[in-house]
């Protein structure tokens, strides 16, 4: 799975670390500042994020606990490409520069384990560009929302964001997705409540959003 190690692995760098508790919206990493640290979300979420000229942010992704941070940037000993910032009440677990390189010379277990995350990271990289390059607009705003679903209890499956945050994710514009958002609506695809965003039918919103029959490759 993206961004997680071993549990081997992730003992050995939490033996290392130090807690710190990061309030929600505060700055754990400016962009362009050199990466001293690696990071473990114990609880709560980060964003990171490119912050761009004419928006607060131009894409982002969200790590929830079990989930690191930082361990490409550590290998190459390059400056942070992206802001990182705590998106709710936080609790993160850093490992030190001189301590991950430490246990990296020695154990090469970890070692491994840190390069197929890294390389896990990279395939992921892969497919999100191969997305936006190849799907329309339409199908890439309905992959995101089905990758991200999760199960309700009343049946159906919930996006748990809003459109400007989905809009953020995807570096559209929030009309854009807020005219296919409500069209979907429209056609009983989908539920628009605040914070949220429930699915109806994942089949038929692939479909439509393909422009076909009900032939769309499902999202995995």
């Known amino acids: 799975m993206v961004s997680q190690l071993s549990l081997e ?9 130090s807690l710190k508790i990061f309030p929600a919206h505060s700055i754990i990493w400016e962009r362009g500042s050199a990466q001293r640290q690696l990071l473990y979300v114990e609880s ?5 994020h490119i912050p761009s000229g ?3 942010r131009f894409g982002y992704a969200e790590w929830g606990p079990g989930n690191w941070l930082g361990e490409a940037f550590m290998v190459l000993q ?5 802001q990182v910032e705590a998106a709710e009440n936080s ?6 520069r001189d301590d991950f390189e430490d246990l990296m010379a020695t154990d090469a277990h970890l070692a491994c384990d840190v390069a197929r995350l890294i390389a896990s990271r990279y395939r992921q990289l892969l497919r999100r560009v191969e997305e936006t390059l ?12 089905l990758r991200h679903a999760r199960p309700r209890s009343l049946g159906g499956t919930v996006f748990w964001g809003t459109q400007d945050s989905l ?3 995807l570096a ?5 997705v807020s005219k296919m958002l409500k069209n979907w609506q429209r056609m009983g695809l989908i539920e628009l409540n605040y914070g949220s965003i429930l699915i109806l039918d994942g089949n038929r919103l692939m479909a439509t959003a393909c422009g076909v029959d009900m032939d769309c490759e499902p999202v995995v």
């Open 9 to 17: 692995s992730r003992n050995k760098l939490l033996s290392v670390s």
């Open 44 to 48: 709560g979420g980060v964003r990171c």
């Open 54 to 56: 004419s928006t607060p």
């Open 78 to 82: 390059g400056d942070t490409i992206f």
């Open 91 to 96: 609790v993160l677990r850093l490992v030190e």
């Open 134 to 145: 190849s799907l329309s607009i339409p199908e890439r705003i309905a992959t995101e929302l």
């Open 167 to 169: 809009a953020s994710c």
């Open 172 to 176: 559209l514009s929030r009309p854009t």
